[in-house]
């Protein structure tokens, strides 16, 4: 099974950096916390003191055009909030 694992970088993910060290990532549905721990230390060489995870329920859309009302719904994911050990960083900006 291939977890795959993206940063999540917005205003209120920054924050959580900045205040209490913790890191936010969308992971694949079917991880669980220690496959999510894992893969986070060793992609980042860092060491992962716990481990939350959440699933954000996909959201009712719709939309008018020249046809109609058109409705849908966004797809389910899940998220995982990463706290790491006193003093460890991840900078996600270095490869680019």
């Known amino acids: 099974m ?5 940063p999540i970088v917005t205003e209120k ?12 990532f969308r992971v694949s ?16 060489g860092v060491k992962v003191v716990n481990v939350n995870t959440m699933v954000v329920r996909g959201k009712n859309k719709s939309r008018w055009t020249k046809s109609g009302l058109l409705r849908g719904k966004t797809a389910s994911w ?8 006193d003093g460890e960083t991840i900078d996600f900006y270095s490869n680019i």
Do not use: D, F, G
């Open 29 to 44: 549905p079917e991880a669980n916390k220690s496959q999510i721990k894992s893969l986070v230390e060793k992609l980042y």
């Open 13 to 24: 993910a920054t924050q959580l950096t900045e205040r209490l060290n913790r890191y936010t």
């Open 78 to 85: 899940k998220k995982a909030i990463v706290k790491l050990a």
């Open 2 to 6: 291939e977890i795959s694992i993206k």
